[in-house]
């Protein structure tokens, strides 16, 4: 049992450039979560699904597409890739209406030069 | 709009201490309260949840409590060890499923 499973795990881009980040669950849950983790601010919420074939923004979307490709699945895409997007990026599941507990993968380290 | 914060932002004391961590947020209308723990470089590991009709729950030398009226959320960890070092997060979950973070702890346990 997997629980989250980010890929990649570190990426470099440049300015301008465009990448997707992939997430998956393996624990049948139905609320996806994507966050970035910045110093000294906790973590903020840039998209987030509550079920399949939906989508709804978060608190910083600017700058960022999601996809919820399936149940298992919930991409994050940068179109245009800018310094201040360097981040680390969580993603998360979790199962309830309201949802119990969540849970998180290792992380993406991102670096935009 | 919810905002949660936590106090201290960084902790440093002795093995063996007992300490209280604190969180607070400023919409009480939340489902429950979760307590997690993030080593450097890692992700988020659950440590305990607490339901919004609940006032605490306890993992082994954890206890978290909360105070829906008052806003406010504690993390309580009896006779602290050097493995109890990582940054400590608090979220509370509001309508729509969406959690709200604290900006953390940083805790250091002194050997």
């Known amino acids: 049992n997997a629980g989250v499973t980010q890929t990649p795990k570190f990426q470099v881009l440049k300015t301008g450039q465009s990448m997707t980040l992939q997430c998956a669950q393996d624990?049948?849950?139905?609320?996806m979560y994507w966050y970035r983790q910045d110093p000294g601010m906790g973590l903020r919420l840039i998209y987030y699904?509550?079920?399949?074939?939906?989508?709804d923004k978060g608190e910083v979307p600017n700058g960022y597409n999601v996809s919820r490709l399936n149940k298992r699945e919930f991409s994050l895409r940068l179109e245009s890739a800018a310094p201040s997007q360097t981040s680390v990026y969580f993603c998360?599941?979790?199962?309830?209406?309201?949802?119990?507990?969540?849970?998180f993968g290792q992380g993406t380290r991102l670096t935009v030069v | 709009k919810q905002e949660v914060t936590q106090i201290p932002a960084a902790l440093s004391v002795p093995e063996g201490e007992n300490l209280v961590l604190n969180c607070s947020f400023t919409d009480s209308a939340i489902y429950n309260l979760q307590w997690f723990r993030q080593d450097p470089g890692k992700g988020l590991t659950s440590l305990l949840l607490?339901?919004?009709?609940?006032r605490e729950q306890t993992s082994g030398r954890l206890n978290a409590s909360l105070d829906k009226s008052s806003g406010r959320s504690t993390l309580y960890i009896a006779a602290s060890q050097p493995g109890d070092s990582a940054t400590y997060l608090c979220?509370?979950?509001?309508?729509?499923?969406?959690?709200?973070f604290g900006a953390g702890t940083i805790l250091r346990v002194k050997s």
């Open positions: 979220a509370a979950l509001e309508y729509g499923n969406k959690l709200v």
């Open positions: 998360a599941s979790g199962q309830g209406a309201p949802q119990t507990e969540a849970f």
């Open positions: 607490i339901q919004s009709s609940q």
């Open positions: 699904s509550a079920s399949e074939g939906t989508t």
């Open positions: 624990m049948n849950h139905n609320s």
